[in-house]
């Protein structure tokens, strides 16, 4: 499905004398690792001479309790790509543009000349396999625009800009190791005779989708298991001077209870549902979203073993 934005003609100036520019998208969505690609479409009722005509991708993200003028900073944007589509780009520094401008009042720069009549511009941009998600949760917000922008020979400056989401794709090569910690309740560790080994077939899972696995314990002592929970829970983190959990949940439980809880070995399956509208998984530069499979052992005192797991939403292709 293709997306599209327009930017109006300012107030005050006939619609045929302003260049106008449109922005179309070939999706409504695009994923990390791929390309966010589409059109920019420039209308001139005459002929005009420009600096740049450029197309660009900007990531921002805005932590829970970081002011919006803060956010809103150039230089807090983690990604930000630009593809020139004719003319020349924008000097960095601030003496060359103002030298250019000065250039372009007094007649010695004039640009490129284009003609009257719709100039289409294809572009395509790459997204990194390492960017987050787009997320809009109790941490904060992740998000990404594009932004279609004219820059005049004197100085003026149309532009036309729209928010896209991006979708998280896992690269498989990143998947962890089944990795387990033993806490008990009250946050000490001691330890412990029992062994767990977990079985998960796929560490990877879509929205909507079942995490499934199996669990093995080793109790050469025959220590009392009442009961086994096996839950899936999502944290979603802000990184600043410290780290800070802002929001736990338990999205799914299954409560396993042992024909014999005295017995030497205890095998059982489960399968925990991801809700659909739960958040990704997000590595973020201050912003993280970690899910969790933990298994507690209803013993005395509890012992705890939890694992992380990648959550993503589908993408269409």
Not at 75 to 90: K, N, Y
Not at 102 to 113: D, K
Not at 181 to 187: L, V
Request: glycine fraction near 6%.
């Amino acid at each position: 499905m293709e997306a599209s934005v327009k930017i109006k003609p300012a107030n005050g100036r006939a619609a045929n004398a302003t260049p106008s520019l449109e922005l179309h998208l070939s999706r409504d969505t695009f994923a990390t690792g791929r390309r966010c690609s589409g059109v920019v479409v420039l209308h001139l009722s005459k002929p005009v001479n420009i600096r740049s005509l450029s197309v660009s991708v900007s990531g921002t993200e805005r932590p829970a309790g970081v002011s919006l003028a803060r956010a809103l900073r150039r230089s807090d944007a983690f990604f930000d790509r630009e593809m020139l589509l004719s003319g020349a780009l924008q000097p960095r520094l601030a003496s060359d543009r103002m030298s250019l401008l000065w250039n372009a009042v007094l007649g010695r720069y004039t640009g490129r000349r284009l003609s009257a009549g719709d100039h289409t511009y294809p572009f395509s941009i790459p997204l990194p396999a390492s960017l987050p998600p787009s997320y809009n949760g109790r941490a904060g917000k992740i998000e990404y625009r594009v932004t279609a922008r004219l820059q005049l020979a004197v100085s003026r400056v149309t532009k036309v800009s729209t928010i896209v989401p991006v979708v998280f794709v896992p690269r498989l090569h990143r998947g962890r190791p089944v990795a387990l910690s033993y806490p008990t309740a009250d946050g000490t560790v001691h330890s412990t005779e029992i062994n767990m080994s977990i079985e998960l077939p796929e560490r990877m899972v879509v929205m909507g989708e079942t995490v499934e696995g199996s669990f093995a314990i080793s109790n050469p002592h025959g220590v009392a298991v009442g009961h086994v929970t096996v839950s899936l829970e999502v944290c979603e983190w802000v990184r600043r001077a410290v780290d800070k959990e802002i929001h736990r949940d338990r999205v799914d439980f299954a409560i396993i209870k042992p024909a014999d809880p005295s017995a030497s070995s205890i095998e059982a399956a489960f399968a925990l549902r991801v809700p659909k509208s739960a958040p990704s998984s997000i590595e973020g530069t201050a912003i993280s979203v970690i899910w969790l499979l933990k298994l507690t052992l209803e013993t005395d005192p509890p012992i705890e073993f939890k694992t992380p797991i990648t959550v993503y939403a589908p993408v269409e292709d």
